[in-house]
């Protein structure tokens, strides 16, 4: 396994389809962040943690709030 330096990894860009709304954007951002952070996961393990985390996160009142004036995000 390859080890990518942290600040390499927070430079990359993540592209989210801005059709995605609410807990589902949420989630595929998570998806995309732990690909960056954890390349060594497999596409399940990925998928499960994303899942999971947007569960907790969400159950306790997360929520993504648009930037005003900003259709990408």
């Known amino acids: 396994m390859a080890h990518i330096p942290m600040d390499r990894r927070l430079d990359s ?3 989210i389809d ?3 709304k ?3 954007k949420f989630e595929t951002i998570l998806h995309e962040a ?3 952070a954890l ?3 497999s596409e399940e393990d ?3 943690a994303a899942r999971f985390q947007a569960l907790v ?3 306790e009142g997360y929520r993504h ?3 005003p004036n900003s259709s990408s995000q």
């Open 18 to 20: 801005s059709r995605l």
């Open 65 to 67: 709030r648009n930037k």
């Open 13 to 15: 860009h993540i592209e």
């Open 39 to 41: 390349p060594h996961l």
């Open 46 to 48: 990925v998928l499960k």
């Open 34 to 36: 732990l690909h960056l």
């Open 57 to 59: 996160t969400w159950s």
């Open 22 to 24: 609410g807990r589902e």
